[in-house]
């Protein structure tokens, strides 16, 4: 019955290594997004899928690549992770254009690289 | 650049009393704003939508204002309980959501 759900919920690697976080949403919304949350709980948008087409990338780096096989699934592969990408990552997906809508948030998935 | 900001890091309050929560932003001209609450080691959780035409919303204990001359939001939790304690997060919208970085409640009993 999870709305969004994401795995895994804790991901500890080594720097260098190349990881992937994955999301799924069954409540049918077209929008779905990834969100980083830093240390000082600062939430950050990092792309945005509306039916599997990119319509937000913020200045992320291009070590950070999202994947929409379809409008329910949105994953997040990272590549050479670094020291900094150490952060709670979150999924959410919202209706419509996601513009003047709420967003749905999954659990979060606590990176830690060591 | 776009600029969020909400009144403390962290507010106390007495079980019973009214939190009230600040957001304030600029060189920005959102659509709406909403709030939302996250307990630790979850996701955010949306409370309230709020449009720039509309100057006041309920829910419930909840209240929020909109302010778009001061550029700023007021979030109000009457009769606050000790299951009110977590942080608050408000949210700019107008394509995409440009967060605060919170305000942590703490009830007391």
């Known amino acids: 019955d999870t709305a969004v759900s994401q795995t895994p919920k804790y991901l500890v690697t080594q720097m260098g290594n190349d990881k992937s976080i994955k999301c799924e949403q069954n409540l049918g919304h077209d929008t779905m997004y990834w969100y980083k949350q830093d240390s000082k709980k600062f939430l950050k948008i990092m792309f945005s899928?509306?039916?599997?087409?990119?319509?937000i990338n913020e200045t992320v780096p291009n070590r950070f690549s999202p994947k929409s096989p379809d409008k329910a699934h949105l994953n997040l592969h990272i590549n050479s992770l670094e020291l900094g990408d150490s952060a709670v990552y979150f999924c959410a997906s919202s209706p419509g254009g996601g513009v003047n809508t709420e967003a749905f948030f999954g659990q979060g998935t606590r990176l830690t690289v060591v | 650049s776009q600029k969020i900001e909400q009144n403390s890091e962290a507010l106390n309050i007495q079980e019973g009393k009214t939190a009230t929560l600040t957001c304030n932003y600029t060189n920005y001209s959102p659509a709406y704003l909403q709030w939302y609450r996250q307990d630790p080691g979850r996701g955010p959780v949306f409370l309230l939508l709020?449009?720039?035409?509309?100057k006041e919303k309920r829910k419930e204990r909840l209240k929020v204002t909109f302010d778009t001359t001061l550029k700023q939001s007021l979030f109000h939790i009457t009769a606050s309980q000790p299951a009110d304690s977590a942080t608050y997060l408000c949210?700019?919208?107008?394509?995409?959501?440009?967060f605060g970085q919170g305000t942590e409640l703490s009830v007391k009993p």
């Open positions: 709020i449009r720039e035409n509309e």
């Open positions: 949210a700019l919208g107008g394509g995409k959501l440009i």
């Open positions: 899928y509306n039916n599997k087409e990119l319509i």
